[in-house]
């Protein structure tokens, strides 16, 4: 699988983003995707994920009530819908496919290559 995301720019704090994550190569649906972060100097962490069809989402806690995964796998594509977006929220923002939809990078086989989130003051 080919992930291609898009997006990311920069944004005041208390705005909104939709990132969008293109699939192909493969069947999109037979994935869960996630969507991960890596702020400079940290490890990249867990944002967000969403089963295969779309039914079932985690989220990790400092985003949850304010970020929205969702899919459309007639359209091989997953969403990051981000509002009331903070500074600490700054970090480059990567997909990822895989055949649980998991919180740990490891269970994730196809990665994209990341795109730009900057939240300023």
């Known amino acids: 699988v080919q992930l291609v995301e898009s997006g990311g720019r920069l944004v005041q704090a208390g705005g909104s983003l939709r990132l969008s994550c293109s699939a192909s190569g493969r069947t999109f649906s037979n994935y869960a995707m996630g969507w991960f972060r890596q702020a400079p100097g940290k490890e990249r962490e867990f944002v967000a994920t969403?089963?295969?069809?779309?039914?079932?989402?985690s989220y990790a806690d400092p985003v949850k009530g304010r970020f929205t995964i969702s899919r459309d796998n007639a359209k091989s594509t997953v969403f990051l819908q981000m509002n009331s977006l903070k500074t600490e929220d700054t970090a480059d923002y990567f997909c990822a496919a895989g055949r649980v939809a998991a919180t740990t990078p490891k269970d994730y086989t196809y990665w994209g290559q990341g795109t730009q989130v900057t939240v300023s003051s």
């Open positions: 969403i089963t295969s069809t779309g039914w079932t989402t």
